[in-house]
């Protein structure tokens, strides 16, 4: 017990119970209704237009990050959960397999630090392993009528480039903001052009977009 007490509450196994434990502690205030459990999303992953450009652009990039690796449309409440749940694992092995020096040392900053990254890491790539297929599942119970309720709504590119092949945006869903993938066959857009979605692509799980400019123009092809 007493070896199991030092490497669960040691550095730097203890920042991931730490938030872990916030994470369990937000479930269980958003169980008794004080806070709506999707919250986080609209906290994180906003659509920026209140927001500096520089917490914008991570919030971008963030949200770029979890479409690409297949977590888009998983709550972010979810993910974190299971991220800081596998990564307090991750960390609590690591430290049973990495000499840990006794005290706050220089050398166990150091090597602590090294084990945290490396914990993150291996946290975040079996949370992807795990979370992925579940966006399956969400896409089978998600009510059939929500690419008709999205047709037609604006959003923004928030990747540096949207073509026929890749990029993602937010979009206006009268809400907090959804973070999508956006495809444009027809021409670029650079990050910054306002878009409408014309056309739900359930193959690729995206949305194909004209700009603004030309949607209200009607020169669309």
């Known amino acids: 017990m007493s070896a199991f007490l030092q490497y669960a509450f040691g550095f730097p196994t203890f920042i991931f119970g730490a938030l872990l434990a916030f994470m369990l502690l937000y479930w269980l205030v958003a169980l008794v209704g004080l806070v709506e459990t999707d919250a ?3 906290w994180v992953l906003f659509d920026g237009s209140d927001h500096a450009h520089g917490v914008e652009h991570s919030a971008s990039a963030l949200a770029g990050l979890l479409l690409k690796v297949g977590l ?3 709550p972010l409440t979810v993910i974190l959960t299971v991220l800081f749940l596998l990564a307090w694992l991750a960390s609590y092995l690591l430290c049973h397999l990495v000499p840990m020096p006794q005290g ?3 050398i166990n900053v150091l090597t602590g630090s090294v084990v ?3 914990a993150l890491v291996l946290g975040f790539v079996t949370t992807v392993l795990v979370l992925r297929p579940l966006r399956g599942v969400v896409n089978k119970i998600a009510p059939a009528e929500e690419p008709k309720v999205l047709l037609g709504r604006s959003g923004m590119v928030r ?6 092949a890749q990029g993602y945006g937010s979009v206006d869903d009268g809400g907090g903001g959804l973070n999508l993938q956006l495809r444009s066959p027809e021409r670029e857009l650079v ?3 306002e878009v409408v979605l014309i056309e739900h ?3 690729q799980g995206a949305w194909r977009v004209v700009s603004k400019a030309e949607f209200d123009g009607g020169e669309m092809g």
């Open 104 to 106: 706050w040392t220089w």
């Open 72 to 74: 888009g449309g998983i």
């Open 159 to 164: 990747s540096a480039v949207v073509n026929a």
């Open 40 to 42: 986080i999303d609209h």
């Open 201 to 203: 692509l359930p193959e």
């Open 116 to 118: 945290a990254a490396a």
């Open 191 to 193: 990050r910054g052009t």
